[in-house]
């Protein structure tokens, strides 16, 4: 069987870094400085033009190939599916914003006019997203409550409640805006990055639970104060239990009917879906009916039920952002920045990944933006995307941002002729809608025991964001998230398993030598594997752990043998001054005085300076003197796992490295990153005890070399030299 | 020359890790599972009663060695000297923790006396640290403000203002050695790692600046409104600057003779360190000094000199701690028992390295924790070690805590008996000798281009940390050192630099194809390093950069063979109806037509069930039929940097490697460590698809295989099969 396999036969010389370095030499890089990158930054031609244009106005790109028969009809019919599903949102989402609800048609309008121009991706619906209205509701709570007075803001005298949220929920969206246009300039999109899925998983699901909470008051029926702050939704759920008794039952009836048919129409949907031409808009539908039944049966006075209202016909005059907001609500903006932004980029991606074109994140940012920017100023609230909507809009074949577009348009009609319609829809209704809707982000939860079976500290990361978005709120509980996500990838490396490896015998492979049986481990030499990077979490761990495999403390040896030839060599002293025998213990007093006064010195190399003989430290000593044997003269550190050092851990590992070179181990370094021996030459960390000629290219070199190398003392037992003694 | 070296010689079997896996056999390890270590941790018998009695009491451990006749002496003599320094120092943190004077002798004494029984570390001296007073005092001064009403807390009412200080102060601490206490009992003292060298630099840094700015006020003699929380170093230099005018000339001028003094002293102490026997207690000669000049010119009354003042003498009766102050100050109290416990404990951990003796973190949060619950109910505030002092204890021979024990009965003395000689005490001069004390923490500054030259990441923690901490407070300023830390952690590993590996001829030996002239690149195989841990913020990176090594995207060929494969099974239809050449083009429309709605389907592995030949796509097609063609028939990933695998990377790594092997191209993972092989067996990465065999055992190995397997193919040119066109 094995002569019909394929051999590996190899002969070449050992190699270590240096001498592959004289056999091969290496082509010399330009690396571009950072100058290079600013002037490349800076030139400016009439190709490099045109491609800014075309990045900042992707319109451009898509309008020149738009295939105007095959397309527009798709569009169209989008446009109109997604405008149903947009106005609808839009008036739902505003209550969790708490604010009127034709504001929520204004979102679904003014940002998308922006985003046409700006935006890169093609299939994304503009406009409210849950999430994004809960945090901006959290701040237009904070600063006016339902109950007592406003916070002390100058530009709300003269303005009544509503109005006053209407401000604050407007100069929110401005400073997000303001945040999200800074991150695109500053090209730094990438920042998403660090919302793992896991995270966004977890966060979500908090966001779901949130928002089930805000919206059980409206199903039930009555109101409720709105509490903001960590732990505001224990207080919501309690003020919502204690006021059970006041339910509404036309309310809580008529919501309990819409969920049950949208959601058994949105099973039936999801299962036929290959059979239905378009999915039936049953919430379209549901709100069209329920906006007659209240109307003929005039709930609003029968039953005392809270309907949508008076809405805001047309559009108002623009409304400049208010600075003492922005003082107040600068680092929740920051926040609903990033998320507003997370989310659309992520639904963004998929579509384009799916459709085949390219998105770029920094113009995604700078179209938001911009987009919230303006939509601010015309009094809209936090715009990005819901992922229902976008699955309508690409769904209905939405080909290009002209659906949305065309959707925007739909929303604009609403407002401007056609919102008394809406006044007798019960709030209740939109309420039920919202909460029908949150199937999917609460079905999340069972990604749990998925995750505590795979990875646990994955599973960590959901269970702490979501644990903490819930009960500190969706702000601090994105930072907490943030900050266990980080800390599992320091703690992934921080007690990695090192091991102690050894060679297959008859081949250049070197295994745990705890996982198999007939492994070979030369006399004298360790090879010690570190499977992680080294960094100031984890350098101490790694020295612990080398101790324990070579057995003995490099540090304790090194002192004992200073020790003992500071007690050598006043021995030496007396018996050259011809003081025999008993001088042996009259130095040993004295000797021992004097290495109490010099603790430092004992950390130094053993200095042999005075000794006219050679030491063997494990040959027999004289009495009164002993130090421990040491059997290792090689150690072979294999860093082929080690992707970077930072500068705690080159000290540490410098230091390591040097007390095992004073006790005349030789250590080797193997498979070192060329980018991390860069780093070590520039900083410093060669001086004549530590040379380069230690590093060798993989680990059977260092072996070959080492085995060569003391080929010849294998009888070696010299023992202090003969010349005087 | 290359006959003269060692050579490396190897002939071996090619070895994938399933074919390595069959010719040895790994021993089966047994894993202790949790509940064995619960099980172990449970156990009890009389050996693990002593040892835990013993690790609960270190006291027992040293007291059993202590060499009474060699140690006794040094001990005391310590103990006087550094109870000089300690009673001097608790007067001056005093000042920074905004309290009477005396407390911060109670600080000097009440700790002491339960660290002695439960400490680990026999050299370190326990006590005040400048850093935890400033931070105590910023929880005070905000909770009871010099100027305006104190914070709404009922205890509060009766008491005069210092007598609230002292109730906030001692809250503060009581709760500080409650989350020491915890965290000690859990075990979790490694946290303190988190805390790298060079974030604690500038930690430190910042601090030296808050405490130069506190103490600014004492030594120009006049009073300042104190400021708490963000920004307030801002505050508190204009509020001085504002009322310079009003300098105390005494104050300010016996405060400058003094640092000056004090300076050049402390720098002569330093140059003849080895000549002295002990350094010269030149701050408490000019503490003596200042005191009696101070009482003899009747400075308070002559020039309205701020002076200590009455001194609390004796002790006073035990104080319940405030559950009001605990709520107000949980945030604060948790940064001060991290800071305290990691400067206490880097401190012990450099003189337990040079006197060789272990100390345990978490016996020392339990020290700590206990010490200051104990103190806090003595009204004493949050204790730690302060270097300067503890360098004192053991430079002036101290060798176990007996010293500390002594040092605190030197306080203990001073309150209760010789308290009324340092009311005449300025409080300038103890402001004088606190920043005189600073230079050392100041000094750190000039680590700042060190680091940048060394190692950017680096150079961003220390300055963020330090300019957070100064601006934003201690506290919040650790917490965004730390966020700093972790992120670096994170972006050292977020652009990691791939490289396409090749070989250097006539060697097993892979290095990065563009670095060396004279490199064996084989045609159709592509090596691929991945030089870091993969994981949710680089797994897009790393599927971006191999999409550019190997210069195509494997999901758009994919999609485009098969939409091919579409028209071309349509086309053998026709041409199986007989229906030729004109066929070609009939068909053409029906096809597009069909794949448009499919979308999903294309990215499904090649399907050529109901094609009658074997299809090769780099060969000719019919017109109309075009796919990019793919030279690529191998791909080898070297994971040997790769630490660790998070979900997220195994999902995209996992689609990844789908994408090329639906379009043909074989894909090995090479040298991946053991346990996360493991990790993707328990994560079913395996499917039929994925299969284990792609796992080599090294580079050399798939390289040969891979050739081996393609060497007959070199001259393959299959077109598509003659049966029927």
Redesign the interface.
């Known amino acids: 069987m094995?002569t019909l396999?394929?051999?590996?036969?190899?002969?070449?010389?050992?190699?270590s870094e240096d001498?592959?370095n004289v056999d091969?030499?290496?082509?010399h890089?330009q690396r571009k400085t950072t100058l290079d990158h600013v002037k490349e930054y800076l030139t400016c031609d009439s190709k490099r033009v045109k491609k800014a244009v075309l990045s900042l106005l992707p319109i451009i790109g898509w309008m020149r190939i738009y295939r105007v028969k095959e397309w527009l009809l798709g569009d169209v019919v989008s446009g109109i599916s997604t405008g149903m599903v947009a106005i609808m949102q839009g008036l739902a989402f505003s209550l969790l914003a708490s604010l009127p609800a034709s504001y929520g048609l204004y979102t679904a309008f003014f940002p998308m006019l922006i985003y046409f121009f700006l935006g890169t991706s093609r299939h994304i619906s503009v406009g409210s997203f849950p999430v994004l209205s809960l945090m901006v509701g959290a701040v237009v709570v904070r600063l006016v409550p339902d109950e007592g007075p406003p916070a002390n803001i100058t530009d709300f005298e003269g303005l009544d409640r509503d109005q006053q949220r209407v401000l604050v929920a407007s100069s929110v969206t401005f400073l997000m805006g303001i945040f999200q246009l800074a991150m695109g300039v500053l090209q730094v999109g990438f920042i998403v990055?660090?919302l793992?899925?896991?995270l966004v998983a977890g966060f979500t699901t908090a966001a779901a639970v949130h928002i089930l909470v805000s919206q059980l008051k409206f199903v039930l029926g009555y109101n409720v104060k709105s509490f903001t702050g960590p732990f505001s939704i224990i207080w919501s759920l309690e003020a919502i239990f204690v006021k059970i008794t006041s339910t509404n039952i036309c309310d809580l009836v008529m919501s309990i009917v819409i969920m049950v048919v949208v959601f058994i129409v949105k099973e039936l949907n999801d299962r036929y879906k290959a059979k239905l031409p378009v999915p039936i808009p049953i919430e379209v539908i549901m709100t069209i009916i329920a906006c007659g039944v209240s109307f003929g049966f005039n709930f609003e006075t029968r039953f005392g039920v809270d309907v949508v209202g008076k809405m805001v016909s047309g559009y108002e005059s623009p409304l400049p952002p208010n600075m003492e907001v922005f003082e107040e609500s600068a680092v929740e903006a920051f926040p609903i920045a990033i998320v507003g932004f997370a989310v659309a980029f992520s639904v963004a991606k998929v579509y384009s990944?799916?459709?085949?074109y390219t998105i770029d994140g920094n113009q995604e940012l700078i179209a938001f933006g911009v987009s919230n920017i303006f939509g601010a100023s015309f009094r809209s609230f936090a715009a990005s995307t819901a992922l229902s909507r976008t699955a309508v809009q690409e769904s209905s074949g939405g080909k290009t941002q002209l659906a949305g577009l065309i959707s925007a348009m739909m929303a604009m009609i609403v407002t401007v002729a056609l919102g008394f319609l809406l006044e007798p829809l019960p709030k209740s209704v939109l309420g039920a809608l919202v909460i029908v809707n949150l199937k999917g982000m609460l079905m999340q939860f069972r990604e749990i025991p998925y995750?505590w079976?795979?990875?646990i500290?994955?599973c960590v990361v959901w269970v702490g964001t979501c644990l903490g978005a819930i009960l500190l709120g969706l702000d601090l509980g994105l930072a907490v998230g943030l900050?266990v996500?980080?800390?599992?990838?320091?703690f992934?490396?921080?007690f990695?398993?090192c091991s102690v490896l050894a060679n297959?015998p008859?081949?250049?492979?070197y295994?745990?030598c705890?996982?198999?049986?007939?492994i070979f481990q030369p006399k004298g030499v360790k090879v010690f594997r570190i499977?992680?990077?080294i960094?100031?979490?984890?350098i101490?761990?790694f020295r612990n752990k080398l101790a324990e495999a070579v057995g003995f403390s490099p540090?304790?040896v090194l002192?004992k043998r200073n020790k003992a030839l500071m007690k050598l060599k006043k021995l030496w002293q007396k018996t050259d001054d011809n003081i025999a025998e008993e001088g042996w213990r009259g130095s040993y007093r004295h000797t021992a005085d004097e290495y109490c006064m010099k603790?430092?010195e004992l950390d130094q190399p053993t200095d042999f300076k005075d000794l006219p003989f050679r030491m063997d430290w494990n040959a027999e000593l004289p009495a009164h003197i002993s130090v421990p044997r040491v059997d290792l003269h090689s150690l072979i550190l294999d860093f082929?796992?080690?992707?970077?050092l930072?500068?705690?851990a080159l000290?540490g590992l410098k230091t390591a490295l040097k007390e095992f070179i004073r006790i005349d181990v030789d250590v080797y370094i193997v498979?070192c990153?060329?980018?991390i021996l860069e780093?070590l030459h520039?900083?410093m960390f060669f001086d004549e005890e530590i040379l380069t000629s230690m590093f060798f290219?993989?680990l059977?070199?260092a072996m070959?070399?080492v085995l060569?190398k003391h080929k010849e003392d294998k009888g070696r037992s010299w023992l202090l030299s003969d010349t005087k003694l």
């Open positions: 094995v396999r394929k051999q590996y036969v190899v002969a070449r010389p050992v190699y001498s592959f091969y030499e290496k082509i890089r990055v660090y793992s899925d896991t990944i799916k459709h085949d995750l079976r795979r990875d500290p994955e900050g996500e980080l800390l599992t990838v320091v992934r490396t921080q990695p398993r297959i008859g081949t250049d492979l295994k745990d705890k996982d198999y049986l007939h499977p992680s990077p960094f100031f979490a984890n101490d761990f540090i304790r002192r603790g430092e082929s796992a080690v992707s970077f930072d500068i705690s000290k498979s990153d060329v980018y780093k520039s900083c290219l993989t059977h070199d070959l070399h060569e």
